[in-house]
């Protein structure tokens, strides 16, 4: 199985901040890496897939890079309702495979 | 609009068994990819089984043998039979239409999820 190695596992941050989590890929899985915000009591809500393409409807503050087996996730200009736990996930092979997750809060 | 909703979940002893349902509306359900995903209390997100348009599916590890992921066509619905189910089992169940993208599949629109406990 490929193992996603997330960090930080949480983080604090001041409103307007620029905020960046990392995510590692035990192996190659090219671009095959998504991002999921969830929020409290909700449902994975899916930000970034294919590494880099911003899903239809979110916010242009979150974006993503990389290939290979590193990989970034930002928020630019991090924001109130930003607060949640964020997710990498690997699609390249079976078993798809998440991260540990990040929380994220407001300092 | 496309909406999925879990139903099914409950409390169950070990050893047990129980029947996840996930009605599907705005979409065909054949016509899709589906997955499970489980969360236990407190912790990340975990795959548990795809089913394929064609009908393939494919489980994790910890589930393979004790867990079946089917569809009911006339009913737009995905099923989850899940048996023998022990302790480590209880998550939140959350069904999900996936995406396909460069040949692999992966969750795109979730449902809202259905807590099982597994405990005596």
Known sequence: DIQMTQSPSSLSASVGDRV??????????????????????????????DAS???TGVPS????????????????SLQPEDIATYYCQQYDSLPITFGQGTRLDIK | EVQLVESG???????????LSCAASGFTVSSNYMS?????????????????????????????????????????????????????????????????SYGSTFPDIWGHGTMVTVSS
Do not use: H
Not at chain 1, 30 to 46: C, E, F, I, R, V
Not at chain 1, 66 to 74: A, R
Not at chain 2, 84 to 95: G, I
């Open chain 2, 36 to 100: 499970w995903v489980r969360q236990a209390p407190g912790k990340g997100l975990e795959w548990v089984s795809v089913i394929y348009r064609g009908g393939s599916t494919y489980y994790a590890d910890s589930v393979k043998g004790r867990f079946t992921i089917s569809r009911d066509n006339s009913k737009n619905t995905l099923y989850l039979q899940m048996n023998s189910l022990r302790a480590e089992d209880t998550a939140v169940y959350y069904c999900a239409r996936d995406r396909y």
């Open chain 1, 20 to 49: 960046t989590i990392t995510c590692q890929a035990s192996q190659d899985i090219s671009n095959y890496l998504n991002w999921y915000q969830q929020k409290p009591g909700k449902a994975p809500k899916l930000l970034i897939y």
């Open chain 1, 53 to 55: 393409n911003l899903e």
């Open chain 1, 61 to 76: 503050r979150f974006s993503g890079s990389g290939s290979g087996t590193d990989f970034t996730f930002t928020i630019s």
């Open chain 2, 9 to 19: 979940g409950g409390l169950i002893q070990p050893g047990g068994s129980l029947r």
